[in-house]
């Protein structure tokens, strides 16, 4: 189910009110509002961003009972429209939760500032002095799912980048994120950096994510977060700029030579840790000759874990087990719930070809210890990611080392992979010379 498709009271009264063209001057006036921001942001110090971040990870902590209490809104209404309870996990926010989100901004802090920083620079040899340096993109909008993390998440980014930020975080988390966002324009505006670096069109509902896509020249890039449905609609409609993220249908092949106890140990943390995100493993390819195979399986279906079998893997699960017979919906299917798809294949070579098929060019793994093996499978996967004897759940900013990211980008233009601050940038070229003329 997504924000902008399936919610059906994903409408706003506020929007309802105006007509068409009322609501596309309010969605633009607010763009407008954020591109004066961004120029301030644009020139602020490393020091003074900083600042700013770690004020609003002590805001958060300080004013934790009112965005748990506005979060238990969401949850509540949720629970009583029939969500899922995976979504609903996604949605939930508790203490220690509330403390992650602030330790990010904390760890963003201590990050460089990719501002400024040279990508190129030299003397030419007829004297000019050239360089090539990041600078931040400007105006950031996102459009995103039920997911109040992301709301911190791509605010802090934003900031810590130079960019100002427009977040359009849909109608499930609507009490959430307008505490969330709250606290974070409250504490810029303590701090002297303009509020509006950081602003939300969640008042005007689907209608105004529409007018918001199409504000070319008012937004510089679109970021869209969540399943295929959101993604695929926001690529379909957008006029502005477009970085496509993350469905997640995520491969982890047990090769022939893989260790029985790191088989089990990956397959259960990359399935069952949090099924409902996009790095959580959505089939499992098993060497034709694995001898770790009847171990894993049994192991995850004794955490709950129902597995779609092609009729080549069911002789490999612990007697008894009802699975159901996988077709081609399982195989192209992000479950983001306990189940997961299971194929045997031949060699890695069949695995990659299956891969190639299906993959959303998110995250492959690959559980071995035959190096030759290993080194195929890296060479021949055509994904953002690619494991080795590790879960795919690594596949995160945060664990990567960027501090937390704006997504995970699945194209290849701009960015690839997880987005952290040094794609929130592109480059300027700055050319210094003492009279230079060409001729």
């Not at 706003?12 to 006036?29: F, G, K, R, Y």
């Not at 130079?162 to 849909?170: C, D, H, K, T, Y």
Request: with cysteine; glycine share 8%.
């Amino acid at each position: 189910m997504t924000d902008l498709q399936a919610e059906p009271t994903d409408r706003n009264d506020t929007a309802e009110e105006l007509s068409p063209d009322q609501l596309t001057d309010a969605v633009h006036a607010i763009a407008d509002r954020s591109r004066e921001a961004s120029r301030i942001l644009a020139r602020a110090t490393r020091a003074r961003k900083d600042r700013v971040l770690l004020a609003i990870a002590d805001a958060l902590v300080s004013r934790r009972d009112s965005v748990l209490a506005a979060n238990r809104t969401d949850v509540d209404r949720g629970r009583a429209a029939g969500t899922s309870a995976y979504l609903l996990d996604r949605l939930s926010l508790d203490a220690e939760r509330v403390g992650k989100l602030a330790d990010a901004l904390a760890q963003l802090a201590a990050l460089p500032d990719p501002v400024g920083t040279a990508v190129r620079a030299e003397t030419l040899p007829n004297g000019l002095r050239m360089s090539q340096v990041r600078v931040p993109l400007g105006v950031v909008a996102a459009i995103y799912e039920a997911r109040p993390n992301v709301t911190v998440d791509i605010a802090g980014l934003a900031l810590k980048s130079g960019n100002a930020v427009i977040l359009r975080g849909g109608s499930a988390a609507a009490a959430t994120n307008a505490a969330l966002v709250g606290i974070i324009r409250d504490t810029l505006e303590d701090h002297g950096l303009p509020d509006d670096a950081v602003l939300t069109i969640d008042e005007f509902g689907r209608d105004g994510a529409q007018v918001l896509m199409k504000a070319r020249g008012r937004v510089d890039v679109l970021i869209p977060r969540g399943g295929r449905e959101l993604i695929q609609s926001v690529v379909t409609t957008a006029r502005v700029p477009v970085i496509e993220t993350g469905e997640g249908n995520v491969h982890i092949l047990l090769d022939e030579s893989a260790d029985e106890t790191m088989a089990v140990d990956i397959l259960l943390n990359a399935k069952t840790q949090r099924p409902s995100v996009c790095n959580t493993v959505e089939t499992l390819l098993v060497h034709a000759r694995s001898t770790a195979a009847p171990a894993v399986l049994a192991a995850l279906v004794r955490a709950g874990v129902t597995l779609h079998v092609d009729e080549r893997s069911r002789g490999l699960l612990p007697a008894g087990t009802d699975a159901p017979t996988a077709t081609d919906d399982d195989w192209g299917r992000e479950y983001m719930q306990l189940d997961l798809a299971v194929k045997t294949v031949d060699s890695v070579d069949d695995a990659l070809r299956h891969i190639r098929r299906w993959s959303t060019g998110h995250s492959e793994a690959i559980i071995t210890n035959n190096l030759a093996s290993s080194e195929e499978f890296v060479a021949g996967v055509d994904s953002a990611a690619v494991l080795v004897n590790a879960s795919t759940r690594f596949v995160d900013g945060g664990e990567l080392g960027l501090g937390a990211e704006v997504g995970i980008s699945t194209q290849k233009m701009h960015a690839r992979g997880p987005m952290g601050l040094a794609e929130l940038t592109t480059t300027k070229w700055i050319v210094q010379g003492a009279g230079h003329v060409r001729r």
